[in-house]
């Protein structure tokens, strides 16, 4: 923590963050104001209280940050407010990002299972749900949590991108059959071109994946999707030069997001550099990822399943998993009865 912060009370520390590139004001005196869904106002309100109680005089920048990430997460704007205000620790605070973004990532998927329970029709925290049955390889509940999210909203960012739930599972088959709705809208047509690409390197199919990576780049050349999509092409093909200098072009993403950092892992996998492998997966873990199915599953990674070192971190990410599974499992019978 540096030391122009220590004697600041945490509630006046962040007065401002900067979502979607407009400013939102949140502060402990006004945030129940914000008009959005009352549910999801009700809860954010609650893991605000929660988040700052106790801290009162006491330095904890980390904690008003994370308390400011909750409150955005239950705002619908999570994802886009993460990358921001962690950005704002690295201006004001001398503690690792690491840390602050796990307790965020964390305490706010605790958050999510209770916005179920004041609202079983929550897309956003259906989503999370589904996530974490495909993370532990439960398809069948999994299966239910989505059929559920897709009949309330099918329409939904969420609904529309459920490709990412096959290859999750690392199923092409059910990824290139469910691509079709990421595709129908413009909004979310680069996720579709990005799982299709994905599923066919899946399949060996390294020439038709080939054309979606560079529709995907003509589409968003900015993101570190193509990048990727072309290193892991060329790692496939045995193009070592070609793997490297895509990877080099998407690595500062791969150290901020940790799908990007997933990526590197099966990059380096699938060119037998374990080693560096096993340092992106400690990366992608740090940044919030816990697809321990996919991490055991993918046949890229399958030599990486008696090094040590992967071991204890896929071992380390299923205890976190297997540490909320009773709350999981009670919201999940309120659903799927």
Known sequence: MSRRNRARKPRFIVDTIFVKREPLYVTHAHHRDLSVGQNRVIVAAQAFDEALSGYEGKAGLDVVVLAVGLLCHFLAIYRETLVLVTDF???????TLDVVERRIIGIAKHHDLAALRLNPNDTQALHQLVTYFIATGDTVKAKCVGDRLVAIDPMSNEAKTRAYWYLNQVDPDGALQNAQYAL??????VAGHD???MALILRGSDGEAQQEAERVMQLLGSSYLGKSLKAM??????DRAGAEAYMKMFEADANRYHWA???MVLIHARLGDNAEAVKWLKRSYELGNHTWYQLVKHPWLASLQSDP???NIIVTMKKDIDDVNDDVTGVYQLICK
């Open 195 to 197: 799982v299709r690409a």
């Open 261 to 263: 950092a997933l990526r």
């Open 233 to 238: 092409i060329a790692a496939d093909r045995g």
């Open 309 to 311: 070192e992967f071991q």
């Open 184 to 189: 129908a809208s413009k909004d979310t047509e």
């Open 89 to 95: 620790i690295a201006g004001h605070a001398d503690d």
